[in-house]
């Protein structure tokens, strides 16, 4: 397929259904390598469950995923309580089967880089809402692969601490360059951080729409054309909402 050997993650026609509902029908989708592409739409229509796809976790009804390796990084932190900061970090190299030594020594080089340096030894029930999302996308990072799933990773945090965590993790992306397929229900959230958005109409799921962002990175939330891929962005949202499995928009275009 043309432009295949540079998609780091394609998706044709994917069908997949739960007993009777239909959570995705007929989606189709492509990531280049290196791209941050963001996914936005209404709750219920599917996208939790297309990184599950992505990701492995789950495998399609009908059509086809090929991706390269991927890790998801679920909305929920999951840090194991009796596991310290560093050992929660590391555990996908422990599982990995690397030696704890080897797994922390790996963990503690990245730990100021994002912001946690001096937290180490904290234990989970010690850090704030956003430093625990750090140690879970530290530990999603030291998976090792290029394809990262991330599932509305900032969707549990306060206004202040999320904005924190949106400039770290462009910053961070910025020096340790991967794939991020990044879903959240935060419009202005997927404008300020991906290059491109794709629009998921109501259940059952499909892209109704993409918007790329062609804009220079740091990016200001009040830029003139930011607020207005915004809105773009908003008004194929309420579209996919009121059109469950509408046409797709072509070309970019809203």
Known sequence: MEGATRDAVR????????GVTSALAGISMRVARGELFALVGPSGCGKTTLLELIAGVLAPDAGEIA????VLMPQRDLLL????????????????????????????QL????????????MPHELSGGMRQRVAFLRTLLAG?????????????????????QRWLADVLTHRPRTVVL????????????????VMCA???????????????PRSRTARALVELRERALEALAGGMR?????RSRGGEV
């Open 11 to 18: 998706v044709e026609g994917v069908h997949r259904r739960y």
């Open 67 to 70: 991706a390269e390796p991927a």
């Open 81 to 108: 309580p009796w596991l310290s900061a560093i050992d929660n970090a590391a555990l996908a190299l422990r599982l990995g089967g690397a030696s704890r030594a080897l797994a922390r020594e790996r963990a503690a």
């Open 111 to 122: 730990f100021g880089e994002l912001g946690l340096g001096g937290f180490e030894q904290a």
């Open 145 to 165: 692969r290029p394809v990262l799933c991330l599932d509305e990773p900032f969707g549990a945090l306060d206004a202040i601490t999320r904005a924190e965590a």
């Open 183 to 198: 879903v959240t229900h935060d419009v202005e959230e997927a404008v300020l951080l991906a290059d491109r958005v794709a």
């Open 203 to 217: 259940r059952p799921g499909r892209v109704i729409a993409e918007l790329p962002v062609p804009l220079p990175r």
């Open 243 to 247: 059109e469950p499995g509408g046409a």
